[in-house]
């Protein structure tokens, strides 16, 4: 029913054939029990590598596979309908990676992003703290330079990949009377760090199996040549030009999962038989899913347009304010219809529409909050007023 998107020319629409094969058979079916083991197994990020699905849009100068975010915008939406989220691909290869590629040094970009790409290392970002989760200028973790070292003291929260990182982006004071001015990225390797410790994985009302964890620093020494950029106080400038890349991520995933409710549902209402006949054949059953398909569309359509424009180089900020923060509110709207039309069933975790149910919630909230989304568009009005 959907056609096929501008962006997506053969050789992109055969990796998606290809990464949807890989979703399906080698990663959903173990989906279950990375949810009670809350988090997937490290192993994974290895066999995300061999198999291609790490740092696609990276050059292959760096080890990556020379693609572009069409290649990037494949995996994202699979791994979504795969309804595969126990580990981050978005994260890793889609934002830490960016910010190397974008910012690092010559030497930074050689040293990781290879490893990267190979799943040798899992990578993660840590903005939020328990006192600072979108508002970024409110921050408290600091880095003082000490000779050839940074020194970290603060703890980050609601860290994706957080419990298998070996390496973390993370968002500094470098002069804490600056503000924005004065927020810096440094990028740490954890392996023996002393000082750093990793807190508990957090009990979430979804994603289970994700790991999500607290990250401490407790002086942590970091060499200065960690810095990202080529000078402090450049932390502020460079998430809010990577930012847009994510929330478009965000809109992605949050497409095909939507989608994928509504072909879970479909199938369901055909068999499923109320009063003697199949639940499909009533009037309101049918109106509902019309009513949910024309909302993927028009979510689709809107998302296929800001990836056209990401690969001109032309996406701006409250265009992909306006896709994160729209698809993520249909895609719980559609769920929740959804969900309705599986009657109890749909309120069993056994079912996929309960998951869905559960871990769409918070894409509400990742990548800034849709209200936050809502000020961006409306400054951006404000200002060309």
Known sequence: MNPTPAWMDEDVAQFRDSVRKVFEREFAPHEARWRHQHLADRAVWRQAGEMGLLCTSIPEAYGGAGGSFAHE???????ARALVNSFSINVHSGIVAHYLLAYGSEAQKLRWLPKMARGEIVAAIAMTEPGAGTDLQAIRTTARRDGDHYVIDGAKTFITNGHHADLVCVAVKTDAARGAKGVSL??????GLEGFRRGRLLEKIGQHGLDTAELFFDG?????????????????RQLMQQ???????????????????????????AQRQVFGAPLLTLQNTRFKLAE??????????????????????????PSAAM???QTTDRLCKVIDECLQLHGGYGYMAEYPIARMYVDARVSRILGGANEVMKELIARAMEASA
Do not use: H
């Open 292 to 317: 949910c398909q024309t909302e993927v569309a028009f979510a689709q359509a809107f998302v296929d347009q800001c990836i056209v424009r990401q690969l001109a180089g032309t996406l701006d900020v």
């Open 243 to 269: 930012l847009p890349r994510e929330r478009l991520l965000i809109a992605v995933a949050a497409v095909a999962t939507m989608q994928r409710a509504v072909d879970e549902t479909l199938a369901y209402v």
């Open 220 to 236: 942590v020494r970091v060499p200065a040549e960690n810095l990202l950029g080529s000078d402090e106080g450049q932390g502020f």
């Open 73 to 79: 915008a494949v995996v994202a939406s699979e791994q």
């Open 186 to 191: 440094l990028m740490v390797e954890t392996a």
């Open 323 to 325: 896709a994160k923060w």
